[in-house]
């Protein structure tokens, strides 16, 4: 079965400054891989997706994700951060034929001035 | 406007009583799920549907219900809720399982 590890619990970081937040999956294949973003008291919001192709994505909000098969990686980052970017951010996995994504236990970013 | 709908948003009930918690989407998705977040365990489905009359279980179904009577709507039921069930929940739909999903605004469930 599929796993997902987000190591870091909580992230502090200074507008302006760069973000990256770390995602390690477990599957034998290439799976399909998301970052979510789940502001306060709402839903998760898709940022990214990788499903083939270009290991590097592009996604909505400035971010970007990089797939790295040799390290089991989907790491996301940002260049600048802005302080509406605190929030929580979910990273998941699925795989293809299994109608299951597994989502990592989240990493809060917070945002100080 | 494209939404998955979660009613209510809040609910406080006693142990015992059954509730559902209704779930409606409007861009006619086939896939539809339910999970609960709980601090440090991110979120785990709980049940999972392809199409209408077709459910299946996720990591957690116990003491959990669902139906997929009509395309748009998932209700979630708890036929005797327990305070182990005190979470927030999520409605998802998607396209089709591994798409990406569209979230509803979440369910706070409190059972004392």
Known sequence: AQSVTQPDIHITVSEGASLELRCNYS???????????????????LLLKYFSGDTLVQGIKGFEAEFKRSQSSFNLRKPSVHWSDAAEYFC?????????LTFGTGTRLTIIP | EAQVTQNPRYLITVTG???TVTCSQNMNHEYMSWYRQDPGLGLRQIYYS??????????VPEG???SRKEKRNFPLILESPSPNQTSL????????????????????????
């Open chain 1, 27 to 45: 599957y034998g294949a290439t799976p399909y891989l998301f970052w979510y973003v789940q502001s306060p008291g709402q839903g998760l919001q």
């Open chain 1, 92 to 100: 998941a996995v699925a795989v293809f034929g299994n109608e299951k």
């Open chain 2, 89 to 112: 929940y999520f409605c998802a739909s998607s396209l089709a399982g591994n798409s990406p999903l569209h979230f509803g605004n979440g369910t706070r469930l409190t059972v004392t």
């Open chain 2, 17 to 19: 009583k059954k509730l």
């Open chain 2, 50 to 59: 392809m199409n209408v009359e077709v459910t299946d279980k996720g990591d």
């Open chain 2, 64 to 66: 959990y219900k669902v």
